[in-house]
């Protein structure tokens, strides 16, 4: 034990000397998108959020400078904003929020996590609308906090003199697709398991900010097939990035097609709806029957063309979310980051390489016989749960007495 | 599928796995220190009044010629490795975050609306600024960079509607 304890401390004296490195953790690598909106806050002055639930992700933000792993940090944030008359640019500002302790499931309007002021779209000169992908790099000052349920989003001003949409801001998202949906706009259907997500497995809600103070609660819109938004919006951290893919066979949202990109080589969905709850046994009974495939990308750009492996279990780690140098002391590298949270003591290993932008794309082809047994422990709302948590090698730093690895957090697909 | 009982053959195997990648023949892995010089610095532009709330009439940006930059300003370093002077006043080192996009390099300088603003080639914008957070000033970067517009789900909607009068 005294050994597991100097091997920390020493990671922990040395480890602000390890590189900074920034990834996007993945959420949006596998994606189209649908719509444009403000998630029901049409005239309001609201914080639009998307909700990041530790029943999907846990550990996936850590602060590297946290050596009991229980901050998350968040460097910056990504998302897609459209001002519906380009010449008169609204504002609009970031926010991110804890869980309340009072209404699980839901952002705590008293103390938010941060909350900035009102920034400025770029000038244009059309009447027309405009979109902007915007990149918000957050200050030092938003410090880590303890992990948990957050919710992440836009905050959203309304126009002078007029209402939306006929000017106004709003943000790019896709939206679930019900099973009678006509609509041509690209939209995932979800596979079961969205049934037992909170909130009717609607992700996306919005908390009333007026004169820039949140006053809550918050407001979900019905999570109903065809009615469920998740927002565009990217995280980006010093952490390895992993998340959830799945391929599907839909037509209306290619995206979650096989079909490999430059971010995501194999292809796939790694939004929240088809990305966690893959449709393995065709449970909605499509035209075209489902069989989706189901996997996990690992995203680390501090390790292009280095070793990586990934583990699949059916559950948490038995001995609680632990730092990596802790569980496995031949890891202490200073530059070692992350949590072990999957079950290791029962976990599938699989091994691969990342490619030159240091990603490493895992697939699990399921036979019918897997897909039965699946259908069979399935029940409704409690789905069958698979676990991932991916780990990279950066050999770049040597090989001396300890590894350097990086830890991504982990994800859950509900089946 | 195989199970293992603890993580100990992991670490076993990630250990061969160690092994044969110093045996294993391979080219020349890419390197990430090695960054572009740094490019010609901006010049600081003296802090302009805070714009209004909402919306605002439209605007003709000015466009500035960048220049070397005096002592006192912060730095912006962009994904290139190369670092201009802090637009907005800000005398903080920003390290900008990207967009999911291939770095382009700045063309101009604009104020809008008294936000100074790098303008890139590919249209991107950049800059920082101290902006309240949590209620205290605090130096924050943004990169903008144009893309597609999508339709308003409520628009839709109602064009729907009008098309088929019985849906309600």
Redesign the interface.
């Known amino acids: 034990m005294k050994t597991l304890l100097s091997l920390s401390l020493a990671a922990v004296c040395v480890g602000s000397l390890a590189a900074q490195s920034?990834n996007?953790v993945g959420f949006?690598r596998g994606w189209n998108?649908?719509?444009?909106?403000r998630a029901g806050a049409?005239n309001i002055e609201a914080d639009v959020l998307l909700h990041f639930d530790s029943r999907d992700y846990q550990d996936f933000i850590l602060d590297p400078a946290d050596p009991t792993g229980s901050n998350y940090l968040v460097?910056?944030i990504?998302f897609?904003i459209?001002d519906?008359i380009g010449?008169?640019?609204?504002?609009y500002s970031i926010a991110g929020y804890h869980e309340d302790p009072l209404n699980p499931e839901f952002p705590d309007a008293a103390a938010?996590w941060?909350?900035?002021?009102?920034?400025?779209?770029?000038?244009s000169?059309v009447t027309?609308?405009?979109?902007?992908?915007?990149?918000?790099?957050?200050?030092?000052?938003?410090m880590a906090a303890p992990k948990g349920d957050k919710w992440f989003g836009i905050g959203l001003?309304?126009?002078?003199?007029t209402t939306w949409?006929t000017?106004g801001v709003?943000v790019?998202a896709a939206?679930d697709r019900s099973l009678t949906s006509t609509?041509t706009?690209n939209s995932d259907v979800a596979g079961p398991g969205i049934a037992s997500a909170a909130n009717g497995g609607q992700y996306t809600c919005y908390m009333p900010t007026p004169g820039g103070v949140p006053t809550g609660p918050a407001t979900y819109p019905a999570g109903n097939p065809g009615s469920r938004i998740h927002l565009n919006l990217?995280l980006?951290a010093d952490v390895a990035g992993g998340v959830c893919v799945t391929q599907t066979n839909q037509t209306t949202y290619p995206a979650s097609n096989p079909v490999g990109t430059t971010?995501l080589p194999l292809g796939g969905t790694t939004n929240f709806f088809s990305g966690l709850h893959p449709d393995v046994y065709d449970a909605n009974l499509q035209p075209t029957p489902r069989a989706d495939d189901i996997g996990f990308v690992v995203s680390d750009n501090?390790s292009?063309?280095m070793?990586a492996?990934l583990?699949?279990a059916f559950g948490p780690s038995p001995i609680g979310s632990l730092p990596l140098n802790v569980?496995?002391p031949?890891t202490a590298h200073p530059g070692t980051k992350g949590n072990?949270c999957i079950d290791?003591?029962?976990?599938?290993?699989f091994?691969g390489l990342t490619d030159?932008a240091g990603v490493y794309q895992q697939m699990l082809t399921l036979s019918p016989s897997a897909r039965q047994i699946i259908q069979s422990l399935s029940l409704p709302n409690q789905p069958f749960d698979i676990w991932y948590q991916g780990f990279v090698?950066n050999?770049?730093s040597g090989?001396g007495p300890t590894?350097e690895v990086h830890a991504t957090g982990c994800g859950v697909q509900h089946l | 599928m195989t199970r293992s009982s603890s993580l100990l053959p992991g670490v076993v195997l990630l250990a061969a796995g160690v092994a044969a990648w110093l045996w294993w023949p391979r080219g020349d892995a890419p390197r990430l220190d090695d960054p572009a010089a740094p490019a010609p610095v901006a010049a600081h532009v003296p802090e302009a009044p805070a714009p209004a709330v909402g919306a605002v009439a439209p605007s003709q940006p000015v466009v500035e010629r960048p220049a070397a930059p005096t002592a006192k300003v912060g730095v912006m370093k962009f994904p290139d490795g190369s670092k201009v002077a802090a637009l907005n006043g800000v005398t903080a080192d920003v390290d900008l975050v990207w967009n999911d996009r291939p770095y382009s390099p700045i063309k101009e300088k604009i104020v809008d609306r008294g936000w100074e603003w790098y303008v890139h080639e590919d249209g991107s914008h950049s800059t920082v600024r101290m902006v309240e957070v949590n209620g205290v000033l605090a130096p924050i970067g943004l990169v903008a960079s144009p893309t597609e517009t999508l339709p308003v789900l409520d628009e839709l909607d109602e064009q729907l509607r009008q098309q088929l009068p019985q849906r309600r």
Request: proline share 10%; charged share 10%.
């Open positions: 920034n996007d949006t998108t649908s719509y444009t909106t049409n460097k910056a990504r897609v459209q519906q010449n008169t640019p609204e504002m938010p941060f909350r900035t002021g009102l920034v400025s779209l770029p000038a000169t027309t609308p405009v979109a902007w992908n915007v990149t918000v790099t957050l200050p030092a000052t938003v001003s309304v126009p002078t003199g949409p000017d709003s790019h939206y609509v706009v990217e980006i971010t501090s292009p063309i070793p492996f583990m699949v569980i496995a031949s072990v290791f003591t029962t976990a599938v290993t091994f030159a090698l050999l770049a090989t590894l």
